[in-house]
């Protein structure tokens, strides 16, 4: 090799790493790291709804956010629709998990059919999420819904129920909606996860006499752990963010008793056109959730091949 070609070969070498790296770092930059940093530049601004003038206030959008206009006190507005949200996304996720578990797990033994099944289970899943909204509210419908026509025609009740003009009525319509649509993926997620646990470690522990139980958690979990990881950060992050079938159903109704951090966010920013305090919100929910999501590495980024 001549110098000049060894010369030429070194500055490719320089410039192997920017080419194949530098698109994914602006691909990356481009959808994660300017939105991020122009949600915190505009939560430190308010902009006046008419004029759209904006004026730098610091932190006050958060102060609002989480004080109010009182000043010590929290705002009833805060803490009533984080109630809501931990009630919708605590029952849905846990509801959706471990159902979604007992399916995957049924899907994973030799089944006749098995193949039909798991295609069935996967058609909530690919049903756009305004699409789900609609049926399930029409559905819940007072006088024409499906729920209370079966309800009426067994006898469970006697007269029609008004589930979405109830607050714990339409909080358990959006749960079960939800529960619907999530717990698919929770399945596809771990379905995959339990067909990479190795079968002689089952045959291991049947031949020492291990429980169904005892099988489960000491060769069935430790391998399930990154599967679970995946679906419940993914899961969380969904309905944490849950605005579609939120404000199809219910629009954050009856009143505000349904009215999440999601809804809420899109009320005050495009409602009530104020950007400043839905900036805010959202610099609150990305740090909510990036809480969340170093809690459950914590709890389940542990593979079995580092215990």
């Not at 169904?212 to 995946?230: A, C, D, G, M, Q």
Request: glycine share 8%; aromatic share 14%; net charge positive.
């Amino acid at each position: 090799m001549t110098e000049s070609q060894y010369s030429l070969r070194r500055r490719l070498d320089k410039l192997f790493v920017p080419l194949t790296v530098g698109p994914t770092v602006l691909w990356i930059a481009g959808i994660i790291v300017y939105p991020t940093a122009k949600l915190l530049w505009s939560s430190l601004f308010f902009t006046h709804p008419i004029t759209g003038q904006k004026q730098f206030v610091g932190l006050r959008n958060f102060r609002r956010l989480l004080f109010g206009d009182g000043g010590a006190l929290l705002n009833p507005s805060f803490v009533s629709f984080t109630k809501n949200t931990l009630i919708y996304v605590g029952f849905s996720v846990t509801i959706s998990f471990l159902l979604g578990l007992g399916i995957a797990i049924l899907l994973n033994k030799d089944l006749k059919g098995r193949g039909w099944l798991r295609t069935a289970v996967i058609v909530p899943w690919i049903l756009p999420y305004v699409m789900s909204g609609l049926m399930w509210r029409w559905m819940f419908q007072a006088q024409y819904g499906a729920i209370n026509g079966v309800l009426m025609q067994t006898g469970i009740i006697d007269s029609k129920i008004a589930f979405l003009s109830d607050g714990t009525l339409a909080m358990m319509a959006l749960i079960i909606a939800d529960v619907w649509v999530f717990t698919p993926f929770i399945i596809i997620i771990l379905l995959a996860g339990l067909q990479n646990v190795p079968e002689q470690l089952y045959d291991a522990a049947e031949v020492d006499g291990a429980s169904r139980w005892s099988r489960f958690r000491n060769v069935t979990y430790p391998f399930l752990k990154p599967s679970i990881l995946v679906a419940l950060t993914i899961r969380i992050i969904f309905d944490i963010r849950a605005l579609d079938l939120v404000w199809v159903m219910t629009q954050g109704g009856p009143g505000t008793q349904t009215e999440v951090w999601a809804s809420w966010l899109y009320r005050t920013a495009m409602v009530f056109n104020k950007p400043g305090e839905g900036a805010a919100l959202g610099v609150v929910m990305l740090a909510v959730t990036f809480g969340i999501v170093a809690v459950l590495y914590k709890l389940f980024g542990e593979t079995p091949y580092e215990s």
